[in-house]
């Protein structure tokens, strides 16, 4: 009980020593103060104790100089941020959450006051000499100062970071230090992923927050790195939401930059070209039209490269790689090893229309590539193309007499028909090859001086070995 009253106590103090102040609107300094060596005794007293860490007599003592004197002696504003330190540590101290968000109240209210004590000029400052805007530079500062606090120290809600940053970055402007950029990119992503803000909020912090940082990139070379490394964090936080927020236009400038530090990487080349196009970039965009060529050719060598490395666990890719390369045999040994490690029937079929064509077409194996065919064709029932290729082939014959090559054409064309009937799919190819070789079929003239007629069964001869019914080309 006595533990809890103390608590309770000690918040009163807190709020009381903060009020005071609120309810006077005064930055009151211990000049002329009746108090004046009391207050200035008691400030060299927790000054001290701070240097030494000893936070206990520091607090004791700065309770007394800041009570007196808010604002010390008007020339500086240690009571408010080692008020900040002193409220800190006593947040440490406790494990009481009451009491611990009393603290932290009262330490971010001490950057409230001392950033309103510029702004009056109670606080005043050599090289401001009167300048109004220089004061509010000097507030912004202090409160970009709060807001580092609030993210890094309390975590508190963005909402509450984004409003304390807003107006930090207005008084500050270029004056903003570094250690506002992250704070101010995550609360951005957040209140747009959670739409307290819209994109037009997002994109106009981000660009004033770019703009101080590449002023003090430019001129300010003792903490250029840490501007540099600010705008970093800054992005990485908009990179959480810049594509609902940015059109190409900011990929562009984006982007491209990296072009220019690395020329020769093929690899960002297609990075940067195939995100431009994601972000709705137009191809006939100059800076599209400049990266096309050197993109392409990346591409050829990049899928190149891929397929080799697949074709290494793959025998279906490699025996494509072979194929391309006009190593018609090697990629027919693939396609066997494919066919051997696979238990899919469609696989199968895929694999032996390809070896089909490859033996009928590239090598002029007719009865191997007819067998390839027909093997594809077991493997996928309804599937027209290895008739089609069939048929082809029995086209393209060129061996016997006349008589012979027109009976092949009735022979192709059988297959078409059954392709056609089988397949809904190559219908239309397969009747075009019908129309087309109608009148290669044989003479009826010739088919008389055979004594043979319309009907009668005639076996091809060649590899094909088919046996059709007759029909001339006058039917």
């Not at 609107?25 to 207050?39: G, I, L, M, S, V």
């Not at 609030?150 to 903003?176: C, Q």
Request: proline share 2%.
């Amino acid at each position: 009980m006595k533990a809890s009253s103390h608590i309770r106590s000690t918040i009163i103090s807190v709020f009381i020593l903060a009020l005071s102040f609120a309810v006077s609107a005064q930055c009151e300094t211990w000049n002329d103060h009746p108090k004046q060596d009391e207050a200035e005794g008691a400030h060299s007293i927790y000054r001290q104790a701070l240097k030494n860490d000893n936070f206990s007599l520091a607090e004791e003592n700065w309770r007394i100089a800041y009570q007196i004197a808010p604002a010390a002696d008007g020339r500086r504003d240690y009571h408010f941020t080692d008020g900040v330190k002193i409220y800190k540590w006593l947040a440490e101290q406790t494990d009481d959450k009451t009491l611990k968000k009393a603290y932290r109240d009262s330490a971010l209210m001490m950057f409230d006051y001392a950033a309103e004590c510029y702004r009056q000029q109670a606080i005043t400052v050599s090289k401001c000499a009167g300048d109004q805007e220089c004061y509010d530079r000097k507030a912004g500062y202090i409160l970009g100062r709060k807001a580092y606090e609030m993210y890094y120290t309390f975590n508190m809600s963005r909402e509450k970071i984004y409003k304390n940053l807003k107006e930090s970055v207005e008084l500050a402007g270029n004056a903003s230090e570094y250690i506002i950029f992250e704070p101010m990119g995550a609360a951005l992503a957040a209140l747009f992923q959670r739409d307290k803000i819209d994109a037009t909020e997002v994109r106009t912090q981000h660009a004033l927050l770019k703009q101080i940082a590449a002023h003090n990139i430019a001129n300010n070379p003792r903490y250029k790195d840490y501007y540099e490394s600010g705008l970093n964090r800054l992005n990485h936080q908009i990179d959480k939401i810049e594509d609902d927020v940015y059109d190409c236009e900011y990929f562009v400038d984006k982007l491209t930059p990296q072009l220019e530090e690395y020329p020769d990487s093929g690899a960002l080349v297609k990075e940067v070209y195939e995100t431009l196009l994601e972000k709705d970039c137009d191809t006939s965009m100059q800076v599209m039209h400049e990266l096309q060529p050197a993109y392409d050719a990346y591409m050829i060598e990049y899928r190149d490269r891929v397929r080799r490395e697949l074709a290494k666990t793959n025998p279906n890719i490699a025996a494509k790689l072979f194929y391309d390369e006009g190593e018609y045999q090697k990629a027919l040994d693939k396609y066997e090893e494919a066919i051997a490690m696979t238990d899919e029937e469609e696989e199968k079929a895929e694999y032996y229309f390809s070896m089909a064509s490859i033996q009928g077409r590239k090598l002029k194996r007719y009865s191997d590539a007819r067998s390839s065919a027909l093997k594809a064709a077991q493997y996928k029932s309804d599937w027209g193309r290895p008739y089609l290729l069939i048929g082809d082939l029995y086209a393209s014959t060129k061996c016997g007499d006349s008589w012979d090559q027109r009976l092949s054409i009735l022979a192709a064309i059988d297959k078409y028909r059954y392709a056609r009937n089988i397949d809904p799919e190559v219908r239309s190819t397969a009747d075009r090859r019908i129309a087309n070789y109608r009148s290669s079929r044989p003479i009826e003239s010739e088919g008389f001086m055979r004594g043979l007629k319309k009907g009668d069964e005639v076996e091809v001869g060649c590899w094909i070995g088919e046996t059709v019914r007759l029909r001339f080309s006058e039917d």
